[in-house]
């Protein structure tokens, strides 16, 4: 069977655009020493991130921003502030990312948010 350029084109924009299903799905955190954000971030949210349905989604990786990404990542565009959260699928590729801390209240829903919209993540079955 031939498939016409066109159908080709179609089927694989539409494949890029189904969101990333679960699997080894890594969120990474850029921070820096003396990243007062950073800092923050590991009082208020990092004892419960990997006890959440969000943490166990998406585990924790921690990447120093003068060093790189981890083996096995690599960012869409550099990272230029820490704390900078970034989602990344099984082969390493960023899906989408985070900039800044600003406090609990903001971190939950903007990420949980971010999961449903680029994954299969669904808070009530996770």
């Known amino acids: 069977m031939k498939l016409i350029p066109s159908v080709c084109g179609a089927l694989a924009a539409a494949w890029l655009a189904l969101p990333a299903l679960a699997g080894d799905l890594r969120l990474v955190m850029v921070e820096q020493a003396g990243c007062a954000y950073c800092a923050a971030w590991d009082d208020e949210i990092a004892p419960a991130y ?5 943490g166990r989604f998406a585990p924790l990786v921690r990447a120093d921003l003068h060093r ?3 083996e096995g990542v690599t960012y869409a565009r550099p990272v230029l502030f820490t704390p900078t959260f970034i989602l990344v699928d099984d082969d ?8 800044g801390y600003v406090g609990q209240d903001f971190f939950w ?3 949980s948010k ?11 079955t996770h």
Do not use: H, N
């Open 92 to 99: 390493g590729t960023e899906i989408a990312r985070m900039e």
């Open 114 to 124: 971010l999961l449903q919209d680029k994954t299969d993540y669904d808070p009530a």
């Open 109 to 111: 829903p903007v990420y």
């Open 50 to 54: 990997p006890k959440t349905a969000e």
């Open 68 to 70: 790189g990404p981890p």
